[in-house]
């Protein structure tokens, strides 16, 4: 099973649609990160749950 590292993003109120994905759309193409999970609360704040997955790699022994 893969082993991801997440990170929360939050967007408050204020900030447009477009902000916000212009946001996650660096997040993803510049850091490996997709889209986990989103929560919209009732003030119109979101919070975003982002993730990518860990590669581990193994010490070469020569």
């Given at each position: 099973m893969?082993?991801?590292e997440f990170r929360d993003v939050y967007v408050?109120?204020?900030v447009s649609r477009k902000a916000a994905t212009?946001?996650?759309t660096d997040h993803a193409e510049y850091g490996h990160w997709e889209l986990a999970r989103t929560r919209l609360y009732p003030d119109g704040s979101r919070r975003v749950r982002l993730r990518r997955r860990i590669i581990r790699q193994l010490r070469a022994t020569w």
């Open positions: 893969p082993e991801y408050p109120r204020g212009q946001l996650l």
